[in-house]
């Protein structure tokens, strides 16, 4: 699926791409990036049957010591057997602040441009399933579906066997099941 363009319209859709794909092709694990919660309700909402992992924002990524993602939403995730997961991330982290301070880039951001050529979306969901691998919430060399988005909520999602953050470059994507085909 090829949305026309990139934005919160297409979560719902991108959901249900998601749910179809995971009865049809037997996926046991889904990575969701959901920076407030509305991409993480919806896919609770949706009964995804697989593990599920939500990944946020780290603390301090809009404003320093500000967590985006409600405590409360993150209790009854928890309380409903899904794993949320708030961590550095993977393709930026400490490497941002490098670039930011000296100025110039640096192979991790060389990664994300380049995944960005796809889409922001999928960057995301190659970062959300590496730090998801690397927190141990997901195995180890077995296909999974990620979902990420343009700025707030989902507009692709990938069929891939994310590496450890340590093996980046091992990381395969099968298939991307949907995502925007225009910038903006």
Wanted: proline share 4%.
């Amino acid at each position: 699926m090829y949305f026309e363009k990139p934005g919160a319209e297409n979560t719902q859709k991108t959901v249900e791409i998601v749910k179809k794909a995971v009865e049809e092709r037997g996926i046991r694990h889904v990575v969701a990036a959901s920076n407030e919660g509305r991409t993480a309700k919806l896919l609770v909402d949706a009964n995804i049957n697989a593990n599920l992992v939500i990944v946020t924002h780290a603390c301090g990524f809009r404003a320093p010591g500000d967590m985006e993602f409600p405590e409360d939403l993150r209790e009854e995730l928890i309380k409903k057997g899904v794993k949320v997961l708030t961590t550095t991330h993977v393709l930026s982290g400490a490497e941002r602040g490098l670039s930011r301070k000296f100025g110039g880039v640096y192979p991790v951001e060389i990664i994300a441009n380049t995944l960005r050529m796809f889409g922001q979306g999928v960057k995301v969901c190659v970062e959300v399933a590496t730090m998801a691998l690397d927190a141990g919430l997901i195995p180890y060399g077995e296909e999974i579906i990620a979902i990420g988005g343009t700025s707030e909520g989902a507009d692709s999602a990938v069929i891939m066997k994310p590496a450890h953050a340590a093996n980046i470059m091992d990381t395969w994507i099968s298939e991307i099941l949907c995502k925007p085909k225009n910038r903006n």
